[in-house]
């Protein structure tokens, strides 16, 4: 048995020196809650757990803190803290991994008042001032989409009129990402909709996580920086005792291929097969056969999202029919439309491996399942773009996906 990659991994952060006196990363690449075997969390203390269900991090930075941040290694100059034009900003779609990137940073998140008036209205207030600062706003157009979304637009318009110097949207996971073409007449491409009310809005820069295509890049009239989530899986599929000769990774569709080859080339350079399906409608999927050989095989079945996890789950049941000895299945958002969990708990998968860029709730956990977290990637993405520095991380935006 050997493992699947090297023992030098190149997806490690903590390797980076790019970051000078802000050695803020803990040794991992990233901090990772894994339900129900245990919980490894780098960014500080264990999260507590019970019933297989991680507890949501507190959102105080002072219970939050982690303690490295007290060893004077890793401590941020308490003068540069300070005086940094530096702001991060959470909306209400996901703050748990807002304030594990800014404790990962060694910053606190910026004061900010959102709520809802009674007929629905949102109301943005900034609690400080960002006059001359360079301000990231973290928001995933997550589920409910338009809630977020529109939280998004007038968060970006708030730090504009506050006279932000640069404004960047931080959204883990782009909503409306799946309307990029039109494939049948009198459709309307949304991503390129919501790109352009994101610009009008106000918005500097984007800095979005596994788009469901490359495409959506070309929507925005502002840069643009994509980083993948997928080395973060990779690193922690690395850490299992899978023999590599054992692999193969698997496109749950036609449209997948490139993003599972680059998968396989990463996992010592494994073989490749693919699930033929036919859609006969949205989040309706039908498999028809499968290229490639799973028998006695662990299969890895990767995807960018799992929404109502039908295409998925139709593709594990093919796998083990080809004779597939264990399924995993590893995506960075999920989505989790019903009944994606009554889906993924059936026992078709070995373990369901997803990312923290859109939040799970606690009722829709099951054994199987592994939350890993993209902070650590997200945060020194954050600090690159700031310190006008490289934005390609390799390996971690440059997967060799065409």
């Known amino acids: 048995m050997t493992s699947l990659l090297h023992p030098a991994s190149p997806f490690s952060l903590a390797s980076r020196e790019s970051l000078r006196t802000r050695t803020f990363l803990p040794n991992r690449s990233c901090s990772r809650i894994a339900a129900p075997n245990g919980v490894r969390c780098n960014v500080g203390d264990p999260l507590k757990y019970a019933n297989g269900k991680p507890s949501t991090p507190l959102l105080k930075t002072e219970e939050m803190a982690p303690n490295f941040l007290a060893t004077e290694t890793h401590l941020v100059n308490a003068t540069t803290k300070n005086d940094t034009r530096l702001r991060i900003f959470s909306g209400t779609a996901n703050p748990a ?13 910026g004061k900010i008042k959102i709520k809802r008036f009674a007929d629905g209205e949102i109301y943005v207030q900034l609690q400080e001032s960002v006059r001359g600062c360079d301000v990231y706003l973290v928001q995933p157009t997550c589920p409910p989409a338009n809630e977020n979304l529109m939280e998004l637009l007038i968060m970006i318009d708030a730090c ?23 494939t049948q007449g009198r459709e309307s491409i949304a991503a390129k909709l919501v790109a352009n009310l994101i610009t009008e809005a106000g918005a500097n820069r984007v800095l979005a996580c596994d788009l469901h295509s490359g495409q959506s890049m070309g929507y925005f009239d502002i840069p643009v920086d994509h980083v993948y989530g ?42 490749l097969a693919i699930v033929d399906k036919r859609r006969h409608g949205h989040n309706v999927a039908e498999v028809m056969n499968l290229i490639g050989d799973v028998k006695g095989k662990v299969a890895v079945m990767v995807d960018d999202m799992i929404d109502t996890a039908g295409t998925i789950t139709k593709g594990a049941a093919l796998l083990h029919q080809e004779g597939a000895r264990e399924v995993y299945a590893c995506s960075t958002h999920a989505v989790f439309s019903p009944p994606a969990i009554e889906r993924l708990s059936s026992g078709l998968f070995q373990e369901v491996i997803i990312t923290n860029t859109i939040p799970v709730s606690e009722q829709n ?16 993405t954050i600090w690159r773009v700031h310190d006008d520095c490289s934005g390609v991380l390799e390996p971690f935006s440059t997967l060799g996906i065409d």
């Open 160 to 182: 504009r009129r506050a006279s932000a110097k640069n404004i960047t949207a931080v959204i883990p996971y782009f909503g409306y990402a799946r309307a990029d073409r039109k």
């Open 230 to 271: 997928q080395p973060v899986i990779l690193d922690y599929l690395a850490s299992k005792t899978i023999c590599s000769d054992d692999l193969v990774v698997v496109s749950p569709d036609v449209g997948g291929v490139a993003r599972a080859r680059a998968f396989a080339k990463k996992l010592s350079d494994a073989p």
């Open 365 to 380: 956990y099951f054994p199987q399942l592994t939350v890993l977290s993209v902070a650590n990637l997200l945060g020194e």
């Open 97 to 109: 991994l807002s304030q594990e990137i800014a404790c990962n940073m060694g910053l606190e998140l």
